[in-house]
């Protein structure tokens, strides 16, 4: 099926031993219309290389990196490897970048940003500029950079960053396509980090696209939604700038009281549970607040049931949101529905 700009966009949101574990996800985006497949960090198949395997064996849909970390790679060979996909699939690429944590930026450049916004502004802007056919002057504190790329048709390159708070988001305004934000709130995402953005782009056109990963989990027999929330975000609870941004969000996690924080992560919407035309309604909720690209996060289901459970329900899902879209389109038309609120229409544990 031809890939749908209004259908849910996909993530295999793990690390990967070998591309063909993630091939089942590929295959489902391509029958499903899928908007794109994404990828996160990987340190074992790293997801460029993944990606391009995929396309190889027929698997060519738009594909993202949701994010890559710049201390890794030079933005030099981080615009090569961006198109070199585009080229390969001839089909959109969203290049997403973040920095990872300051041990890890340490530990490959000797200290950690003193800036982290610096960091990421200037290396948008020379990826950004070098995929437009510019040529780059960049002598600055994290990168240096002269030159430009030879030049060939591809497909279109977006160049994201990874984004989950305000200051991070007027970074992301000033430079980036798109800002790829993870475990975020609909009504965090509209009166904070869209307003942040919308900040940041004050000199552009206009601010850039939001895409959201989503924690999906479909409701089925002996499937306890508490326990498979606390499963799927375990890690991310952990990290500091994630805990502090729900915090901010009004999504109290407290790792003293896993009952609690589970409740609240479904309570919140940064979990949806319940069937897929309850999920697809809760996925309203992103749109109404603004998110552009709603990508499917099926780690619950991937980590306790396998790789293809958690395919056939992203096929479920991203069907129950295709025979959804008529009845959204009128219920817009009736009435707007307050972006900030709860959401209440996927079935919620609390």
Excluded: K
Aim: aromatic share 4%.
């Amino acid at each position: 099926m031809t890939p749908d700009p209004a259908a849910p966009a996909v993530l295999y949101p793990l690390q990967p031993d070998h591309p063909e574990l993630v091939a089942p996800f590929a295959a489902a985006a391509q029958r499903s219309g899928a908007r794109r497949l994404w990828l996160c960090q990987s340190f074992r198949a790293e997801p460029h290389q993944t990606l391009a395997y995929l396309a190889g064996r027929g698997h060519a849909v738009p594909v993202g990196t949701a994010v890559t970390l710049l201390p890794l790679r030079h933005p030099y060979e981080a615009a090569v490897q961006a198109r070199s996909l585009a080229l390969l699939t001839d089909a959109p690429v969203v290049a997403g970048f973040g920095i990872g944590s300051p041990g890890f930026v340490a530990g490959l450049t000797g200290q950690p940003y003193a800036s982290p916004r610096r960091a990421v502004r200037d290396y948008l802007a020379s990826v950004r500029t070098l995929l437009d056919g510019g040529t780059v002057a960049q002598d600055g504190p994290y990168h240096r950079l002269n030159g430009s790329l030879a030049q060939l048709p591809y497909a279109r390159v977006e160049v994201g960053a990874g984004v989950l708070r305000p200051g991070m988001a007027r970074t992301a305004g000033e430079v980036a396509d798109v800002a790829i934000t993870w475990m975020t709130p609909p009504g965090y995402l509209a009166d904070t980090l869209a307003p942040a953005l919308a900040e940041g782009a004050r000199e552009r056109p206009a601010p850039p696209r939001i895409a959201t990963a989503v924690h999906v989990i479909p409701t089925a027999p002996g499937r306890d939604p508490r326990a498979l929330a606390l499963a799927a975000t375990r890690e991310h609870l952990a990290a500091p700038h994630y805990a502090d941004m729900l915090r901010r969000a009004g999504v109290p996690v407290d790792p003293h009281d896993p009952e609690a924080t589970a409740r609240a992560l479904l309570d919140s919407g940064v979990v949806l549970t319940g069937t897929p035309e309850e999920i697809a309604e809760g996925l309203g909720e992103y749109r109404r607040a603004g998110v552009d690209e709603v990508v499917l996060n099926p780690a619950a289901v991937l980590l306790t049931e396998g790789v293809h459970a958690a395919a056939e329900e992203i096929e479920r899902i991203i069907a129950a949101c295709r025979a959804a879209r008529p009845q959204q389109a009128a219920d817009r038309g009736q009435h707007a529905a307050p972006v900030s609120a709860p959401v209440a229409s996927a079935r919620l544990l609390g």
